[in-house]
């Protein structure tokens, strides 16, 4: 019987496995795109013709106090090509570099390293600008603005509050909550109090196996919630696997955020099986802890039928993400309900109370593995997860047990992947 070797991107590296080819149901990854000929015109060409909205040498006065949102070290935005052009504009407009301030829209992780800063920004932006990072807990660096429709407090910011203009630099790729990142998500939750983000993700609970659908009420919230902010201009952009641009767009969040999606949907969403026995999924690009590579086993459970597997695989270099994530998935009453009555109480953060409903429900139809070098195996099994750690033998193991029939989808981008039923 023929095999087939698969390589699987694992953090900087590959790890590789074999299959049997008759066992290969597809190899499911975003579609290859070139990226556009031209970054430095494309994003020119982006800010030459802004979505309703002027340009920005039109807006911008040169007494302004401007503050440039940009998203954390989770995610791949090539802030370093972009963020030059909108500088290059800001002083056309008059305003010096003591007037422009970049705020690191972390949400509610950690804060980023300077390394990571230095990465993303590259050195000389890095030195040359005023930089803070958002402090979701912090309570007196945020401004009350109001309650959403559905109930959601509006505490941001107060750097994007009293800023006299705002921009902001993102990219569009699926959520798991909000159907796709991008647009509004810089501000809420990228620059929003913990309370606001916890009530906005409570509502994700209704997103369970809804992943690409912007339609959503964690999305259609976030938006409401992120209105209140006033915004001048965001650039969004479109990458492919390699973390080239393939689209510029700049405009109004909502506007950019619209049209980017539909550039995004043809390059993450692939059509898939729904009743395979087994998912091989990496979480790159999405893989630095266990809280960013639960996107993988969402994405593998798209393709799974009741009573198959799941098999994450991630380097987690990270480890969990956070002991708070670590605790409530180890504890022993870990079921669906559980969860709910967490969130409803906000009894622990939210956002980890969400993840751990979606992974219970998950856990109750199919089985989990991981082969994650970051994290003990005991923590994995704690946390309903049955560790492996060789890749090769867990591969095997799972062939064996459901028989020669046995039919495997891989996914060597499941944190980015959006499965479709074919």
Same mark, same amino acid.
């Given at each position: 019987?023929?095999?087939?070797?698969?390589?699987?991107?694992?953090?900087?590296?590959?790890?590789?496995?074999?299959?049997?080819?008759?066992?290969?149901?597809?190899?499911?990854?975003?579609?290859?795109?070139?990226?556009?000929?031209?970054?430095?015109?494309?994003?020119?060409?982006?800010?030459?013709?802004?979505?309703?909205?002027?340009?920005?040498?039109?807006?911008?006065?040169?007494?302004?106090?401007?503050?440039?949102?940009?998203?954390?070290?989770?995610?791949?935005?090539?802030?370093?090509?972009?963020?030059?052009?909108?500088?290059?504009?800001?002083?056309?407009?008059?305003?010096?570099?003591?007037?422009?301030?970049?705020?690191?829209?972390?949400?509610?992780?950690?804060?980023?390293?300077?390394?990571?800063?230095?990465?993303?920004?590259?050195?000389?932006?890095?030195?040359?600008?005023?930089?803070?990072?958002?402090?979701?807990?912090?309570?007196?660096?945020?401004?009350?603005?109001?309650?959403?429709?559905?109930?959601?407090?509006?505490?941001?910011?107060?750097?994007?509050?009293?800023?006299?203009?705002?921009?902001?630099?993102?990219?569009?790729?699926?959520?798991?909550?909000?159907?796709?990142?991008?647009?509004?998500?810089?501000?809420?939750?990228?620059?929003?109090?913990?309370?606001?983000?916890?009530?906005?993700?409570?509502?994700?609970?209704?997103?369970?196996?809804?992943?690409?659908?912007?339609?959503?009420?964690?999305?259609?919230?976030?938006?409401?919630?992120?209105?209140?902010?006033?915004?001048?201009?965001?650039?969004?952009?479109?990458?492919?696997?390699?973390?080239?641009?393939?689209?510029?767009?700049?405009?109004?969040?909502?506007?950019?955020?619209?049209? &980017?999606?539909?550039?995004?949907?043809?390059?993450?969403?692939?059509?898939?099986?729904?009743?395979?026995?087994?998912?091989?999924?990496?979480?790159?690009?999405?893989?630095?802890?266990?809280?960013?590579?639960?996107?993988?086993?969402?994405?593998?459970?798209?393709?799974?039928?009741?009573?198959?597997?799941?098999?994450?695989?991630?380097?987690?270099?990270?480890?969990?993400?956070?002991?708070?994530?670590?605790?409530?998935?180890?504890?022993?009453?870990?079921?669906?309900?559980?969860?709910?009555?967490?969130?409803?109480?906000?009894?622990?953060?939210?956002?980890?109370?969400?993840?751990?409903?979606?992974?219970?429900?998950?856990?109750?139809?199919?089985?989990?593995?991981?082969?994650?070098?970051?994290?003990?195996?005991?923590?994995?099994?704690?946390?309903?997860?049955?560790?492996?750690?060789?890749?090769?033998?867990?591969?095997?193991?799972?062939?064996?047990?459901? &028989?020669?029939?046995?039919?495997?989808?891989?996914?060597?981008?499941?944190?980015?992947?959006?499965?479709?039923?074919?």
């Amino acid at each position: 019987m023929a095999n087939r070797q698969i390589s699987l991107p694992y953090g900087k590296e590959h790890v590789s496995f074999c299959l049997p080819a008759s066992s290969l149901a597809g190899i499911y990854a975003p579609r290859q795109v070139p990226g556009c000929a031209d970054p430095a015109t494309e994003i020119q060409d982006a800010l030459d013709q802004p979505l309703d909205t002027p340009r920005v040498e039109d807006i911008v006065h040169p007494s302004d106090r401007v503050v440039v949102v940009i998203d954390d070290y989770t995610r791949p935005t090539p802030v370093s090509l972009i963020l030059p052009a909108l500088v290059d504009r800001l002083q056309r407009a008059g305003a010096a570099d003591s007037q422009i301030t970049l705020l690191v829209a972390t949400g509610t992780h950690r804060p980023c390293t300077p390394d990571e800063l230095r990465r993303k920004l590259g050195e000389e932006l890095y030195l040359r600008f005023h930089l803070e990072q958002h402090d979701c807990e912090d309570v007196s660096s945020q401004v009350f603005l109001g309650v959403t429709s559905r109930g959601t407090p509006v505490w941001v910011n107060r750097l994007v509050v009293e800023a006299d203009r705002v921009f902001g630099i993102g990219h569009i790729d699926p959520s798991d909550y909000a159907g796709y990142a991008g647009g509004h998500k810089l501000i809420v939750p990228g620059v929003a109090a913990r309370e606001t983000v916890d009530t906005n993700h409570s509502l994700a609970t209704l997103s369970f196996r809804r992943q690409g659908e912007i339609e959503v009420a964690c999305r259609r919230d976030l938006e409401e919630a992120a209105g209140f902010v006033r915004t001048d201009l965001f650039i969004n952009t479109v990458l492919n696997q390699e973390g080239q641009m393939i689209r510029v767009f700049a405009g109004t969040p909502g506007s950019v955020y619209l049209t &980017g999606v539909g550039i995004s949907r043809q390059v993450y969403e692939v059509s898939c099986p729904d009743d395979l026995d087994i998912a091989i999924a990496s979480a790159f690009p999405y893989d630095m802890d266990y809280y960013q590579a639960i996107r993988a086993i969402e994405c593998g459970d798209r393709a799974v039928r009741p009573g198959g597997s799941i098999l994450l695989v991630a380097p987690c270099p990270d480890g969990i993400g956070s002991d708070v994530l670590y605790r409530l998935l180890s504890e022993p009453e870990a079921a669906p309900d559980h969860f709910l009555r967490n969130i409803a109480r906000r009894d622990g953060k939210v956002t980890y109370n969400v993840l751990g409903y979606y992974l219970s429900r998950i856990r109750s139809e199919k089985h989990l593995f991981a082969f994650i070098g970051g994290i003990p195996g005991r923590d994995l099994e704690a946390m309903g997860i049955s560790p492996v750690d060789d890749l090769q033998k867990g591969v095997n193991k799972l062939l064996e047990q459901y &028989g020669p029939a046995a039919r495997a989808a891989v996914f060597p981008m499941g944190s980015a992947t959006v499965p479709r039923q074919c």
